[in-house]
């Protein structure tokens, strides 16, 4: 004989369904905050590391280590924008050869150069389908990029910087999630490295004042035993 519910059962069965998907629900929003509070932990973690010292290029190496670790980045590039050109100069390379290091590419110049020219993240899982991939890093190092992403470092609507990560470890993509937690990141690195270089501006300062006095006390010295 052909089995039928009655009206309460398909009511209790619904109710059934409609309890386990708000409790399936709920256990994937617990372990979205387990993660996102994890992330952030280590996002205060790497901050502290990175705003511990007061040496520029000991900062600068700090962020984009930092960097990749954070998103578990295989090769990644910390480049500054310098000169009257805003010309983007490798600063520091991890995962490439060394032998790019403090080269210059022309404002503007692929994926980097749009983050830094147009100061918002670019995420490319693709980049061979981009139109502003630039190839020619690749050539040299015989690095094979897949995905790449660029977030630019940011002080007062300016770009003086970028960071660049290259392929993740687990050959997955990059994902949105992944711009908002380098965007954090950048955000505590500019920080970072503006108090490194004022701290470096003020030994200069420090430098020149005291050669400035010395010169001025050897001057009168000299002017006494003449009288």
């Known amino acids: 004989a052909k089995s039928s519910f009655t009206t309460t059962e398909v009511r209790l069965i619904a ?4 309890q386990a998907a708000a409790a399936l629900n709920n256990a994937r929003v617990l372990e979205q905050t387990r993660v996102y509070s994890r992330h952030l932990e ?10 511990s010292s007061l040496d520029v290029e000991t900062v600068l190496e700090r962020i984009l280590n930092s960097a990749c670790d954070l998103l578990g980045a295989v090769a990644g590039t910390l480049f500054l924008v310098e000169g009257p050109k805003h010309e983007l100069v490798f600063r520091v390379v991890k995962g490439s050869k060394e032998t790019l290091l403090d080269r210059r590419l022309p404002a503007g110049t692929g994926i980097v150069g749009k983050a830094a020219s147009t100061r918002l993240a670019q995420i490319v899982n693709r980049v061979e389908l981009n139109e502003n991939w630039f190839q020619g890093i690749d050539a040299e190092t015989g690095l094979k990029t897949r995905s790449l992403l660029a977030v630019p470092l940011v002080k007062e609507d300016a770009s003086i910087g970028v960071l660049e990560l290259i392929n993740k470890r687990d ?10 937690m380098l ?4 955000a505590q690195a500019v920080v970072a490295l503006e108090n490194a270089r004022l701290h470096e501006h003020l030994q200069v300062r ?18 006494i035993q003449k009288e």
């Open 15 to 18: 109710a059934l369904v409609g």
């Open 42 to 51: 280590e996002l205060n973690a790497i901050t502290r590391e990175i705003s």
């Open 171 to 180: 050959a997955s993509n990059f994902h949105d999630r992944d711009v908002a």
């Open 183 to 186: 965007e954090a990141f950048a």
């Open 206 to 223: 420090n430098r020149e004042l005291h050669e400035a006095m010395s010169e001025l006390q050897e001057t009168q010295e000299q002017l």
